[in-house]
């Protein structure tokens, strides 16, 4: 009867340990993609899954592009769903007026990255700040609840 119960504390104890381990950090995998990959039509990211849990998130990124380099950042929505701030010369969205809360940094083709986060619940856009592919539709929404 003892082992009974020894085994039945050891395994509550380990269910313990799973449940904070499980929940530290949520990962998301990311593609950069555009039209040099096979099948892909336009520019986009592709975030898998597109929802999460509030709280440590680990993006797990990848540029499959053959040619051409991506980033990925992690950025708030403007406040009544304004427009970025867009500087129409050098084709990209202005940074410094942005909530940027994450960046990959540019990655050539065919490199990967994996960046770390802490999001509150909301809405978040993933994006492509490269000069053009913004506008292309380098871009998707990341939903994180509560």
Known sequence: MSRRLSAIAACAAMASFAVPFAARAATVKVKLEDM???????????????????????????????????????????????????????????????????????????????THVTLKPGKYVLLCNEPGHYKAGMWTWLHVKG
């Not at 998130?57 to 540029?63: E, P, Q």
């Not at 708030?76 to 990209?92: D, L, M």
């Open 36 to 114: 040099t990959d096979h099948g892909v039509k336009k520019m986009e990211i592709v975030a898998t899954p597109a929802t999460v849990k509030a709280g440590p998130i680990t993006f797990d990124i990848k540029n499959y592009s053959k040619y051409l380099e991506h980033e990925m950042l992690v950025v708030k929505p403007e406040p009544h769903g304004k427009p970025f701030p867009y500087n129409t010369k050098g084709n990209q969205i202005i940074e410094s007026k942005i909530d940027k809360l994450e960046d990959s940094g540019d990655l050539q083709p065919g490199n990967k990255v994996v």
